[in-house]
């Protein structure tokens, strides 16, 4: 187990460079008290779970014109009370899921893709606020299948300006 962690649950978290070796079972950035602002100052790849997240009243993550990237054995969890703005998330063959209690999911600036070429991970977005996305993609290229895509607002609109696909492509 890995954690990043403020020194304090309401101090904001800032995240620059970071790629991680297959060496953790899990990484945690923020934790259950977090209710600041976690910050992605530049690309990060986890090649292992990754739970990023910050749900006490207030929290949010911010990870706009950056990647995320998982690999290996990499999950992709986001959890925020309030908002939660992305850039790319890119996980081949595995999931992701961005969930925000009480506020907004904007990942508009980037696509969410988990496109591998032996099948697709689950996506889920779910947010009590508006969602905007861009492209979301969960598909297998060559064998295998897609895996499924939710996007659900309990009490928001939901924006798609790209595609939303979950789709399998048999090749050759």
Same mark, same amino acid.
């Given at each position: 187990?890995? *954690?990043?962690?403020?020194?304090?649950? +309401?101090?904001?978290?800032?995240?620059?460079?970071?790629?991680?070796?297959?060496?953790?079972?899990?990484?945690?950035?923020?934790?259950? %008290?977090?209710?600041?602002?976690?910050?992605?100052? *530049?690309?990060?790849?986890?090649?292992?779970?990754?739970?990023?997240?910050?749900?006490?009243?207030?929290?949010?993550? &911010?990870?706009?014109?950056?990647?995320?990237?998982?690999?290996? &054995?990499?999950?992709?969890?986001? &959890?925020? %009370?309030?908002?939660?703005?992305?850039?790319?998330?890119?996980?081949?063959?595995?999931?992701?899921?961005? +969930? $925000?209690? &009480?506020?907004?999911? %904007?990942?508009?600036?980037?696509?969410?893709?988990?496109?591998?070429? $032996?099948?697709?991970?689950?996506?889920?977005?779910?947010?009590?606020?508006?969602?905007?996305?861009?492209?979301?993609?969960?598909?297998? *290229?060559?064998?295998?299948?897609?895996?499924?895509?939710?996007? *659900? $607002?309990?009490?928001?609109?939901?924006?798609?300006?790209?595609?939303?696909?979950?789709?399998?492509?048999?090749?050759?």
């Amino acid at each position: 187990l890995l *954690e990043f962690l403020p020194l304090t649950s +309401n101090l904001d978290l800032n995240i620059g460079t970071t790629t991680l070796g297959n060496t953790f079972s899990q990484i945690n950035v923020g934790n259950l %008290d977090t209710n600041g602002t976690i910050t992605f100052r *530049e690309n990060a790849t986890f090649n292992n779970p990754v739970t990023i997240q910050a749900p006490a009243a207030g929290g949010a993550i &911010n990870s706009a014109g950056f990647t995320i990237a998982g690999t290996g &054995n990499a999950t992709i969890s986001m &959890n925020a %009370d309030r908002s939660i703005v992305t850039g790319n998330i890119t996980n081949p063959g595995r999931s992701i899921a961005i +969930n $925000s209690n &009480n506020g907004s999911i %904007d990942t508009s600036a980037g696509t969410i893709d988990t496109i591998s070429a $032996s099948g697709g991970g689950n996506i889920a977005i779910t947010s009590a606020g508006d969602i905007a996305v861009n492209t979301v993609q969960s598909r297998a *290229e060559n064998t295998g299948t897609s895996g499924s895509i939710a996007i *659900e $607002s309990t009490a928001g609109k939901i924006t798609a300006t790209g595609n939303v696909d979950a789709s399998s492509r048999k090749c050759c």
